[in-house]
């Protein structure tokens, strides 16, 4: 998994993370390397944010990276200059999806069932990936770390794996 969407200072003024993002060429070739390096049955995924400064290169950046040889593309929902400040752009991810043929997965701002909800309808993605929203959330993490599900944690949980829980427990 490569991840092009880190928008640390640290990692970008190394020329690492979302700053790459100005490149569509060069992060094309770097996808192109690693699916070069690693077997064929290994899946190949990259994480992108919308830019760096805009999302004006947001489609031409998500084409390079599946051209390259993504098999599967994680979407942040803002630029790296946004950082985390609300709101996540999903409708811009539901673009990118309709212009790459591999899977898009959504990202950003997902704090409850009702944003993750939101996040799949607006951007179209049939999956979503958490970041912050399930470390963050209390109820979550307690339920998983005691291997319990409970209210919103099961909503969330079924949501995301596509499972009635209440029919396994």
């Known amino acids: 998994d490569l991840n092009f969407g880190c928008p640390a200072k640290c990692v970008n003024c190394h020329r690492g993370g979302a700053v790459l993002l100005d490149e569509p060429e060069l992060i094309h070739e770097i996808v192109a390397a690693v699916r070069r390096a ?3 049955d290994i899946m190949v995924s990259a994480k992108m944010r919308l ?6 290169r947001a489609v ?3 084409q ?5 040889g993504a098999m599967e593309l994680v979407v942040h929902g803002r630029t790296k200059l946004q950082g985390y400040r609300p709101p996540a752009y999903w409708d811009r991810i539901g673009a990118i999806r309709e212009a790459v043929a591999i899977p898009v997965v959504a990202n950003g701002e997902i704090w ?3 944003d993750a909800r939101r996040c799949r309808a607006e951007s179209g993605c049939d999956a979503i990936m958490l970041g912050r929203g399930m470390v963050a959330d209390e109820i979550i993490r307690r339920a998983r770390e005691a291997g319990v599900f409970v209210h919103e944690s099961r909503e ?3 949501l ?7 029919q396994r427990i």
């Open 51 to 56: 830019g760096t400064q805009d999302d004006a």
């Open 160 to 166: 995301l794996m596509g499972l009635d829980l209440d």
């Open 156 to 158: 969330m949980v079924s």
């Open 38 to 40: 690693v077997p064929a």
């Open 64 to 68: 390079a990276l599946a051209e390259g």
């Open 112 to 114: 409850s069932v009702a």
């Open 60 to 62: 031409e950046c998500a």
